[in-house]
Structures are given as C-alpha cells and as structure tokens.
C-alpha cells in the first residue's frame, strides 16, 4: 500500500492539521510506503511573502518530524523539490472539465473568507490530483474539508485512463471520522489563513490566551448543557484528553454549575500535557537543522525517482513522447 499526502507551508502548524492529517499520517507510516510533502507550490494560492515561505517550508519540516513523522520509514519531501507534479497537473487540467472545479466547497469558502480568488488557488485540486497521481498513491489521510478534492483526484485519473488507457491507480481518501473537522477558536474549521488557530509549539502564554478566546455560547455557569459534545472546547479536549477526563469534563457540563471557563483551563493543562514529548524533541532538532536539511534532500531524491517514472508513463500514453 501506498500512502501520499501533503500539508502547506502557508502558516503555523495548528492542532486541525495534527489531528487531521500528522497523527494519521504518522500512524500509517507503520503500515504501508509512505510519502508526505510540504506543498510550498499550494501556498502560493495564498502567501506571497517569499521569505515567510522559506521560513515556513522549514518548520512544518521540524514540526512534522518533531510529532513523530520518521524519515526512515516514511519519505518527506519539498513539493516544488518534484517539479514533475507541476507538468503532470497541466496535462490533467486539460482534461478537467470547468464545472467540476466550480463545485469545490474548499476554493468558495476561501474567497467568503476574503482571500482573493488567483487562478491557483481555482485550480488547486488538479494540482493537488496531480500530488496524488504521480505516486501511484492507493490511500490519502486527510482532514473532511479535502474529501472532495480527493474526488476531484479520482475522478481526473479515471477521465485520463479512459482517455488515454490504463495509467493511474485510483486512490481512496482516509478520514477519520473523530477529528474529520477539528474546530477553531471561533468555531468554523480551524485554517491556517483564518486565524482561529491553535498552535502545536507556540509560546505557553499565547496557546492559553487562544484557548482562552475560543467562541463559547451565552449559557450561565449553573445551567445544564445537554449538548456539551458539541461544544468546541470540548471537541478539542476529546483530542488530547484521555477518555476519563473528557467523559468527566462532559458529565460535570451537562449537570450544570461547571463553567466555560473551568473547560477552558482543563482544555489548555491537557494541551499542554499532550505536547510536551513533541516539544522536546523540537528542541532537540532545533539544535540540529544540518539533519532536518538532509532529511529534506533525501526525501525529494527517493521522491523524484518515483515521480519521474510515473510522469513519464503519463507523457508516453498522452502522445507527449
Ligand atoms: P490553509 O488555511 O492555508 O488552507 P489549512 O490549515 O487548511 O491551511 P492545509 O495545509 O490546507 O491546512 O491542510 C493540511 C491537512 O490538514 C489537510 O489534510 C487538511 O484536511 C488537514 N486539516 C486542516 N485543517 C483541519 C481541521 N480543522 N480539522 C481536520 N483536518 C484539518
Ligand atoms: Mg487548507
């Protein structure tokens, strides 16, 4: 089996990409052949400072490894490292029907959010299909907000091969139902570009004030809250507590007399908790960036070499060779 999927270098990296996609991704690197990259040509759609991109490029590098992602069993690469994703997207969007793209959720609730809609960012998923394809990818962990792209994916393989005869394996996304949308701190879907984000390694003071600030309803302290699952404080503890104090947590607000603000601070003490095995070893590769580099050339080289040879299959059915 093999297993492809990608997280951008568009901003810090927050506690919905962990759950979302690092913890899935570092659990499957155990079961299959692995491939994970930073999708610096994706940030392009919304980062245009290039020295933030550097900066970030290399941090979701330290953060990745430093939650448990291990080079010698998965491969993690730079995207832009594979200049192949980039001519075999071209060869898939000519086959990718308008409509299609119109329809993708992702790319309205960006330009509802106030992000300026560039070409890039409308043609994200054939990229993202190219991502995909050009590894043979048979599984793709991602978060809830990138099943359609991943239909989007299958779709466009099975167009080309119908097209242009068997080529593309079709891949199937893997979302974990429990964390498919972890909330922000104001409630929609945590992103990066929204700033509602929890960070995975920030400073102590600035993780407790966001979780501080996360959007809670009007309900008094002594009330009952019959639906404390769905509150979002909640919905985070039930990440990183274990299961005694998240059912405890939700007992205590659904009898009334156990306020938001109590939540808040266990959610925060969890977080925190949770974390701290992670921050050690961040430290440890801070200390070491000569080894986060080298991880980074290795992993396009292993990468490359697959890519190539699935691109040239490509170019050879499409009467480009
Ligand atoms: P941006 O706002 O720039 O799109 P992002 O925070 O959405 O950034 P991406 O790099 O686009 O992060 O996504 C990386 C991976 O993290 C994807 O698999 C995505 O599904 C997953 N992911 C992102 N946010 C969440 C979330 N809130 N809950 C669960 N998974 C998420
Ligand atoms: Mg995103």
């Avoid at 990745?64 to 690469?77: I, N, R, S, T, Y």
């Avoid at 393989?157 to 996304?173: I, L, R």
């Avoid at 580099?293 to 059915?317: M, P």
Wanted: proline share 4%; charged share 30%.
């Amino acid at each position: 089996m093999r297993i492809l999927s990608g997280i951008q270098p568009s901003g810090i990296l927050h506690a919905g990409n962990y759950f979302g996609m690092m913890k899935p991704s570092i659990e499957l690197q155990e079961q299959g052949e692995a491939f994970y990259f930073i999708a610096d040509y994706h940030s392009m759609t919304s980062l245009t400072d290039a020295n933030l991109r550097r900066e970030y490029t290399k941090r979701v590098a330290i953060d990745f490894l430093a939650c448990g992602l291990d080079p010698e069993k998965a491969v993690l690469f730079k995207q832009s490292d594979v200049p192949e994703h980039v001519e075999l997207s071209w060869i898939l969007s000519s086959l990718c029907p308008m409509g299609l793209l119109e329809r993708c959720h992702s790319y309205k609730d960006k330009i509802a959010k106030g992000i300026s809609p560039n070409h890039g960012l409308f043609a994200y998923p054939v990229l993202m299909a190219a991502d995909i394809l050009i590894y043979d990818a048979d599984v793709v962990p991602v978060g809830q907000d990138q099943k359609q792209h991943v239909e989007v994916t299958r779709d466009l393989a099975n167009k080309f091969n119908d097209q242009y005869g068997e080529t593309f394996v079709v891949p199937e996304p893997r979302i974990r139902r429990d964390v498919a949308k972890v909330p922000g701190t104001d409630g929609a879907k945590m992103s990066k570009s929204y700033n509602n984000t929890i960070d995975i390694f920030g400073e102590e003071k600035a993780i407790k004030k966001r979780i501080m600030s996360i959007v809670m309803d009007s309900r008094g302290m002594d009330e009952p809250k019959p639906d404390a699952e769905e509150n979002n404080a909640i919905q985070i503890l039930k990440n990183v507590a274990d299961e005694q104090t998240y059912n405890e947590t939700v007992e205590l607000l659904k009898a009334g007399g156990y306020g938001y603000g109590h939540v808040k601070k266990k959610l925060f003490e969890v977080y925190w908790e949770h974390f701290a095995p992670a921050r050690k070893r961040r430290e440890e590769l801070l200390a070491n960036m000569d080894y986060v580099d080298q991880v980074l050339r290795e992993g396009a080289e292993k990468a490359r070499g697959i890519a190539s040879v699935v691109n040239k299959r490509a170019r050879a059915a499409c009467g480009l060779e």
